[in-house]
């Protein structure tokens, strides 16, 4: 089974096609919070540059990376936060 992880890093790139991307497990930043699982994979952040956030607004960009792991956001991934810019930001 693939890790969450690279789950969110392949369907951000076929989605969003970035220009950079980095998936941070940030999993054990919140041992003992609600969510955290032994091994991590539940609490990410993600930054990502993609042409296709050009003219929109934070929340657009925010729905088109929740859009691409709106499967994962009902399971494996407790917690998301994101920073999206355009490659020239």
Request: no cysteine; net charge neutral.
């Amino acid at each position: 089974m693939a890790r969450v992880a690279e789950i969110i890093e392949t369907k951000l790139k076929e989605a969003l096609q970035p220009t950079h991307l980095e998936v941070l497990d940030e999993s054990e930043k919140h041992r003992g919070h609600t969510g955290y699982r032994d091994g991590g994979e539940s609490h990410f952040h993600v930054i990502i540059k993609s042409n296709i956030f050009e003219g929109k607004s934070r929340v657009a960009r925010q729905r088109l990376v929740m859009h691409a792991l709106k499967d994962e956001l009902k399971g494996p991934i407790h917690a998301l936060s994101m920073e999206t810019k355009t490659p020239n930001e």
